[in-house]
């Protein structure tokens, strides 16, 4: 059974930055597409990132583009996703899930495994 196991989460003024790790408990991590998505109080559960198992192409959210960097070390079993420029409405439960050679799909429903998931506010 593969488990993610996301940290990193907190409260951070606006303009702030924060670093999200997971780490996969699997020992064929790098066939895994990883990606985060997002989900507010009352709103369905949004993509964020993803990056692939074959090259590492990476795919962003048009809100967070420019702002976060996702990042993958296979080594350590590991995805990150920093996150810059922080704004109140990233405001949400953050999911890291994990997708068995995947595209870097937007669909959640796309995905196999999904991580407890951290909390992030943004206070204004």
């Known amino acids: 059974q593969v488990q993610l196991v996301e940290s990193g989460g907190g409260l951070v003024q606006t303009g702030g930055s924060l670093r999200l790790s997971c780490v996969v408990s699997t020992r064929t991590f790098s066939s895994y597409t990883m990606a985060w998505f997002r989900q507010a109080p009352g709103k369905e559960r949004d993509f964020v990132a993803a990056i692939t198992w074959r090259g590492g192409a990476r795919y962003y959210a048009d809100s967070v583009k420019g702002r976060f960097i996702l990042a993958r070390d296979n080594g350590k079993n590991t995805v990150f996703l920093q996150m810059n420029s922080l704004r109140p409405e990233d405001t949400a439960v953050y999911y890291c899930?994990?997708?068995?050679?995947?595209?870097?799909?937007?669909?959640?429903?796309?995905?196999?495994?999904w991580g407890q998931g951290t909390q992030v506010t943004v206070s204004s």
């Open positions: 899930a994990a997708e068995a050679r995947g595209g870097g799909d937007v669909d959640a429903g796309s995905y196999d495994y």
